[in-house]
């Protein structure tokens, strides 16, 4: 297959998963979505289930409108939106954790706007970094396992559930080092966003057509933080305006596919040590501030010279995290800019003002 080609299929599955996923339905496949990075994809895939995180609903309508308010987050309204319309009947069922506030409200409207949709929930614990934590994720992993079993009718332990984390790894190797290569904004992102709309096997064999070099652009080094960025538009934009993303913080990024998990020992246990032990993102206490400390080290590890911060508007936990980060990026000299994203995307002119201006400051310092 001829490298373009290559890459093409790999947007086209950004683009638009539905049909492909349709296909899988109706070829007897389960097919589980689930909301966040905290979800361990390896116990989906291990009980035979296609694990796809919910990425991209269409733009929020009558069924959103009806439950939710306007000033809502438009990542969730687009994502109810989808499930009530028929967007998504391709799910057997959702795993909804607890972490933000609207995602979890949204576990209950889920029922109500798609009834018959099976919804589980995962308790993920608020203080992630204490070894009680780790131990009370191990028993809602435990409970969620049974749940999914029933699903699918085939059980997700032992050697399936370590061939499944063996392989996931192998996807994050195979994504670190695509980013070490660095194949440009919009072919580095897909391949993340990828990875997320298919199951391991698929992507692996993706990522075994395609090339990483050959295509970087931008001189301008950035490091974007934020919350789910599916819209491969928002790195074009930065694209567009010289600027190459060389680290970031983004759950449907580098914080999906950060961190291995331990492929020795009790697998459970590997899986919540290491989706707890990530980075904390907005909605964890954070007494010891070790986020803030692990963004500013990342930015500094990379080379980063500027930070773009790309979040959903109406985000609460996000909106509240980035004063502190701001004043801590303008101690350090970082310049920074902020930019408040809604579904479906769209440049809007004070986006392309802040990055004009974020630009000129970052080429002054070439």
């Known amino acids: 297959m001829e490298q373009t080609e290559a890459w093409e299929k790999m947007m086209d599955t950004v683009r638009d998963p539905h049909p492909a996923l349709r296909e899988r339905r109706d070829a007897g496949e389960k097919v589980v979505g689930y909301f966040c990075s905290y979800v361990p994809v390896e116990l989906i895939h291990a009980a035979g289930a296609v694990p796809v995180r919910m990425l991209q609903g269409p733009a929020p309508g009558d069924v959103?409108?009806?439950?939710?308010?306007?000033?809502?987050?438009?990542?969730?309204?687009?994502?109810?939106?989808?499930?009530?319309?028929?967007?998504?009947?391709?799910?057997?069922?959702v795993v909804m954790p607890h972490t933000c506030d609207t995602i979890r409200n949204l576990s209950d409207l889920v029922e109500t706007a798609a009834p018959g949709l099976r919804v589980m929930r995962l308790m993920v614990p608020t203080t992630v970094h204490t070894p009680e934590a780790v131990d009370f994720m191990v028993e809602e992993l435990a409970a969620l396992r049974p749940d999914l079993e029933g699903v699918t009718g085939n059980e997700a332990g032992g050697a399936d559930l370590r061939e499944s984390i063996r392989?996931?790894?192998?996807?994050?190797?195979?994504?670190?080092?695509?980013?070490?290569?660095?194949?440009g904004n919009r072919r580095l992102y897909a391949a993340y966003l990828a990875l997320q709309l298919t199951g391991p096997e698929e992507f692996?064999?993706?990522?075994?057509?395609?090339?990483?070099?050959?295509?970087?652009a931008g001189t301008r080094r950035v490091a974007v933080i934020g919350g789910p960025v599916p819209q491969l538009e928002v790195f074009d934009l930065l694209e567009e305006y010289g600027m190459r993303v060389v680290w970031d913080d983004l759950c449907t990024a580098s914080r999906f596919a950060a961190g291995m998990v331990a492929e020795d020992g009790e697998p459970l246990r590997a899986l919540a040590e290491r989706y707890l032990?990530?980075?904390?993102?907005?909605?964890?206490?954070?007494?010891?501030?070790?986020?803030?400390?692990e963004l500013i080290a990342g930015i500094g590890e990379s080379g980063a010279e500027g930070v773009v911060f790309a979040q959903q508007a109406f985000c609460e936990f996000h909106s509240f995290d980035y004063p502190g980060l701001k004043e801590r990026l303008d101690a350090e000299g970082i310049p920074s800019v902020r930019l408040d994203l809604e579904h479906p995307f769209q440049p809007t002119g004070q986006m392309r003002t802040r990055l004009q201006a974020l630009s000129e400051i970052l080429g002054e310092g070439m």
């Open 277 to 293: 032990g990530r980075c904390p993102c907005p909605t964890k206490l954070d007494p010891a501030n070790r986020r803030e400390q």
């Open 167 to 183: 392989l996931y790894n192998r996807c994050r190797s195979a994504l670190d080092g695509l980013r070490e290569a660095g194949p």
């Open 64 to 93: 959103a409108g009806a439950y939710m308010q306007p000033f809502c987050c438009s990542f969730a309204r687009s994502l109810l939106e989808g499930l009530g319309n028929g967007t998504y009947d391709y799910l057997s069922a």
């Open 204 to 216: 692996l064999d993706m990522m075994g057509r395609v090339e990483a070099g050959g295509t970087e």
